[in-house]
């Protein structure tokens, strides 16, 4: 069942899939389009921040573990070049008890691996719909 957009304007939103692992990006990337997004996936956060230097995004999900510029790394970029964007990233991890109060503050939501394509859906009407849901 899809959900729809509440609102009068239809418009349509812009994600973006951070994630080394080509499997998850294509899944994340499905659901997200099954649900109205247009989404595009990377899986280095070298071309993540390639990327957002031009578009501006409406979501972000975002695996912290990547090879070279990890998800971290990406973070700093935003918080740095485009701040209000933090308040609408998913972080993905495996370990979700390791970070800190103090950064699941700037982010929107996490998304404990392995997940939910449900939670993953409601997170990300969630992290649009609202200027920044708190962590």
Known sequence: MSLQFSG?????????????????????????????????GVRTGAAAIELMKSVAYDLLILDLILPFVSGEEVMAFIEETQPKTLRRVIVMTASPRKLSCEFLERICKILAK???IDELVLMARECIESEGCGG
């Open 8 to 40: 009068e304007r239809r418009r349509t939103y812009r994600a973006l899939v951070v994630e080394d692992d080509e499997g998850i990006v294509n899944l994340v990337r499905a659901v997200l389009q099954r649900e109205g997004f247009t989404a595009e």
């Open 114 to 116: 392995p997940f939910d």
